[in-house]
């Protein structure tokens, strides 16, 4: 009788690790794919396209606005629905963005040439 009820504990605690690391895993590959980004700063908005990766806790992708032309994602983290990063570009000062994923939307803040303005991204369909 022991031993079945400790092989039924070690596989109800077998099947909750899993369900766990299920839910992190698509918490994490949520933000991935192709994003309409729009930033706001000092009365004007840039609208682009900010197309994310998610491996683990590294954020990488890419960023196009007309302002600012192509960028990459660097230096970038993902991690309990909250992202950090650097845009880098050719032509343009590094963005330093933040922000959070929530209810399938992301938005943050960002600070670019000594100010600080607000972002906000919807999933493309």
Known sequence: MLKAIFVLTVMIFSVAITLSTSRSASAYSG????????FTIAG??????ISLDVSG???TGSVFTVH???????????????LN????????ESIS???EFK?????????TEGTTGTWT?????
Do not use: M, P, Y
């Open 103 to 111: 209810d399938d939307k992301l938005s943050g803040t960002f600070d």
């Open 85 to 92: 990063c650097t845009l880098k570009f050719e032509k343009h």
């Open 31 to 38: 933000v991935s794919g192709d994003w309409s980004v729009t």
């Open 121 to 125: 991204a919807i999933r493309k369909k």
């Open 44 to 49: 004007q908005t840039a609208d682009g396209t």
């Open 68 to 82: 600012t032309g192509k960028g990459t994602i660097n230096d970038g983290t993902f991690e309990n629905n909250k």
């Open 97 to 99: 963005l933040s922000g």
């Open 57 to 59: 806790k590294t954020l």
